[in-house]
């Protein structure tokens, strides 16, 4: 671990509450307030655990980072990135929702939606990592 990687962890850590709070909370904030109560915590209660939102999104951006430099290849960086974020959507959150969309009554639209915006949210932050982390002597 190297002053890179740390400085990419802040940005993704950054870049990933930021799109978060776009999904979640601008996108995807009507649908959820119709399952408030039922299925969500109201904003009030849900606020007592936010800390705990930022220490999961400081291991998501930390561990996002660590497993992007250990393959990053000398290939162009924005369609590697892409792949990454790609890979990272498949392996954790389509089956996340899908999961959720089981054991939860989380309606059929929503579990769409959230995949969708989630998945393209992980995308960016894919493309962000191998931007940070391109060969600036290969430009």
């Known amino acids: 671990m190297n002053r890179k990687f740390f400085i990419a962890w802040l940005v993704l850590f950054i870049a990933w509450m930021a799109g978060s709070f776009v999904v979640h909370g601008a996108l995807l904030g009507p649908d959820y307030a119709k399952l408030t109560g039922t299925l969500f915590r109201p904003e009030a209660d849900a ?3 936010f800390p705990l939102m930022i220490l999961a999104h ?11 430099a250990r393959g990053v290849e000398a290939k162009p960086w924005l369609p590697q990135g892409m792949r990454f974020g790609i890979a990272i959507a498949l392996l954790t959150i389509v089956p996340t929702y899908i999961i959720y969309y089981v054991v939860q009554p989380t309606p059929g639209e929503l579990a769409a939606k959230q995949i969708a915006f989630d998945g393209a ?3 960016i932050l894919g493309v962000i990592a191998a931007w940070l982390y391109r060969d600036r002597s290969a430009a």
């Not at 951006?61 to 992007?68: D, H, N, T």
């Open 121 to 123: 949210l992980t995308v």
């Open 47 to 49: 606020q007592k655990y």
């Open 58 to 68: 400081v291991i998501l951006a930390g561990a996002f980072v660590w497993i992007y």
